[in-house]
């Protein structure tokens, strides 16, 4: 039997600035080796988590254990376990690559860095000669790279990604995401992902929690969380004939008709196929596809209606 | 850690700095020729002074200008790398990968003061030899005399230490203490005797450790032997530096974590 080990326990962890609540007594379990992702607007407490979780911030109430340490009791113990990626981070712009990365690396106590430089790096596409370059001569992307390259030197355990492709362009951005899967797959990390970049959290992680105003509304993986948060799916076929489109079911929620374009919205999946046959028996019909909700449509509407009933909650007040 | 881990962390910040510094090739240049600039404008003064009657130092006024100078520049720089190791990282975006380290956080802020020793010595070593070969004055450097001069380095690196961490918070604060530590070259004796001074002026500089090793470095030149008050002065006010400096530090950064100020710059 596999044991599963909790490396990352969060809870009612909490957090304010200057009476602002930045975080309201979130909780939440990642266990070893998986992809985590916290999703959520600006301002909705992604990087304050990461920032308590690396022990750069203290928090207010709740308990935060990394690898079984107490980020505020034994803050050196956690930092020798994890570190952290973002892109606002940076090297010293007037050093070279290789001097920069043997600065970090005697930090780290790695001494054979230029060896595993050259090979992570040429996994991520870095050639020899832009080792020889000063970091004021990067762009955004190979600095990324070289960013994760250090990280893979120091060979942390846990691993934390504040918006990483912040920043990159998107061809840029998809390129570091792949790379990034790449590692994972090999290195078997413990990966805490934060984005509001639905593409990227869907893309990488095994679990999500949508975070919005410091609060988690949902925790699940990407697929269920999309089917419960936003359960519709999308019928959109082309009529080619003259006979009048005639639908009635139970999972419909409404059809949309404009000329011989036509959408119908369902509840959920669950009987889209006796509701595509009931289609294809009442009218002719060319380019019949099945949509489902991008995690995209699904956490807009998530955080949407969860802003609407707090307002709602509190117009009163 | 062990020593071995301890002393390639210090040595690896010792060179990113030396790197850093050759990387500016001009201002490089400026570094190795600002002392012999300052040390020849004061020495021609000091001569000057001499030649006009002289005030009566002992060994000339050249000597007291060119000792004064050497003593200043070697404390001047391990206060300020002390005082502004942190604030450097956090401008250019780099603290977060230090602090990162399960390393205490004063290994960097001791290595970059170490780094700007070697700067001291480098200026030491080029003052010295500007002073001997062009002005004829002898500083008469003894061991026991050098030795004070690298404990009047060490008597200042904690109050950097406590600026470092203040700088953390507040970073206007940098300016206020600069404008501080420069008025100790008044109340000090850096340029004249600190007898010169109005006598309220006079206790103030006997508060400042500054002013007894000046003095001992001064008495040691000249005279072969470091007066005793100068010798417990400095190790005492050294030990209280370094306590502030460590207790500061740490409050300071304390505070910064609850603030969430440590990143912020």
Known sequence: MQVLIIVINVKKLRKEFNGTTALDGISFKVKKGEVFGLLGPNGAGKTTTVKIMSTMLLPDGGKVMIGGYDVVKQPQKVRAMVDIITARDKFYRRLTAYQNMSFFSRLYGVYDWKDKMEDFGDRLGLEEKDYEKRLADYSTGMRQKLNLVRNLIRDTPILFLDEPTLGLDPVSSRKFRSLLKDIMDREEKTVIFTSHNMFEVEELCERIAILNRGRITSVGKPGALKKRIFPKRLVEFTMTGEDSLNLTDEAIDHIEKKGNKVRVYLEDGERIHEVIEKIVKSVRVSDLSVKEPTLEEAFIRHTEEGDKEREEATSWM | ?265
């Open chain 2, 1 to 265: 850690m062990d020593v071995k881990e301890y002393f390639t962390i210090l040595w690896a910040f010792v060179v990113r700095d030396w790197q850093r510094r050759w990387s500016y090739k001009l201002n490089f240049i400026a570094m190795l020729l600002y002392p012999i600039v300052w040390v020849s404008v004061f020495g021609v003064l000091g001569r000057t002074i001499d030649d006009a009657g002289g005030t009566g130092a002992p060994g000339g006024f050249s000597m007291y200008m060119v000792t004064g100078i050497i003593t200043w520049r070697f404390i001047r720089v391990g206060f300020f790398d002390s005082s502004w190791s942190i604030r450097w990282e956090q401008h250019i975006g780099t603290f977060k990968n230090i602090y990162m380290l399960p390393n205490h956080l004063m290994i960097p802020v001791s290595a970059t003061a170490l780094s700007g020793f070697t700067v001291s010595m480098l200026n030491f070593v080029e003052m010295w030899l500007v002073a001997e070969l062009v002005f004829g004055i002898s500083l008469n450097m003894t061991v026991p005399s050098f030795l004070f001069l690298v404990l009047a380095w060490l008597s200042v690196i904690g109050f950097g230490f406590a600026i470092a961490g203040v700088a953390i918070l507040y970073k206007e604060i940098q300016a206020v203490f600069t404008v501080i530590f420069f008025s100790f070259q008044f109340f000090c004796g850096v340029f004249f005797p600190v007898e010169a001074l109005p006598r309220a002026a006079q206790y103030i500089s006997r508060a400042i450790p500054i002013t007894y090793a000046l003095n001992g470095i001064r008495t040691s030149i000249t005279h072969g032997y470091i007066p005793t008050t100068d010798l417990i002065v400095m190790p005492v006010a050294g030990l209280i530096g370094l306590a502030i400096g460590l207790i500061t530090l740490q409050l300071c950064l304390k505070k910064a974590l609850r603030d969430g100020k440590l990143e912020r710059y």
